[in-house]
């Protein structure tokens, strides 16, 4: 048994450094059952979560503490990508969910509404990006619209040719402006992702997660691969890097993510805003009231 305080050394490394995107990876190769980095088990991870969870919070709450006691104006950008069943919505639930919703800003990006459809793709991008001392959580994103859109020719080629390119300046501008991006690339086997929809067919509960043209979208896998590995090459930069997240065992996919949310918010260097007041002054004047 591993004792909690030798539990983060069951990272070999940041798993950042097994994750990142390097030239030359292919989607083709990817190994969804693989625990790139992780040495312990299923049951270590259950062990660990809890408390990274916790860490992950209290850093959560301190880049929401400096956005109001101070003029820091930096946020962190989650970007979750990936075909359905992916465990994105798993993400969200169990590990997002342990920080405090008041500093998180949530969106999830489906088939563009009447009114998103007017304006252009990054319309409704922009005005869901996290205020200062947030974190935004993106459920799909921009990305649909090199990979979706790609694939069933909703666009012209040369109009989904410009984005890769046009993402990349956006993304360049907000991480200049402050906001740290953390894209995470999950990947579930085709094998894993029937056994996961034929759950949800299986459980009244999850019927609403089911959703009849997902077997269409399976059986496109081919040229999803294609966008993906397209997506990967063209807008993996060294400001927002994307992260290949191997999803069939969902303990690790969340620790993995977990992890590159740690990870960043510790780059950010946090600390607890100063008190703008007499601390001892105001002891004894609330001691008097
Ligand atoms: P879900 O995440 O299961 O709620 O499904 C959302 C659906 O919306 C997925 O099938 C996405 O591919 C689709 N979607 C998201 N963004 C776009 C887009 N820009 N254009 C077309 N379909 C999209
Ligand atoms: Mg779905």
Known sequence: MTSPADLPKLWTHEPHEYLVFRDGDKVANIDTSATPGFKGKKSDAAELQPERNERFAQL??????????????????????????????????HVVGAANPQGIRYTGFGVPTEEERKHAYLWRIRRALPPAGHIGVFDRSHFEDVLVVRVHNIVPPEVWGRRYDEINRFERKLVEDGTTIIKAAMFVSLDEQKARLSERLDRPDKYWKYNPADVDERLRWPAYQEAYQAMLERTSTDYAPWHVIPCDRKWYSRLAILELLIEALEGLNLSWPPADFDVKAEKKRLANA
């Open 60 to 93: 959560q709450e301190m880049l929401y503490a400096n956005s109001r006691g101070t003029d820091d104006t930096r946020s962190v950008l989650l970007v979750l990508q990936g075909m359905d069943t992916a465990g994105k919505g798993g993400i969200v639930k």
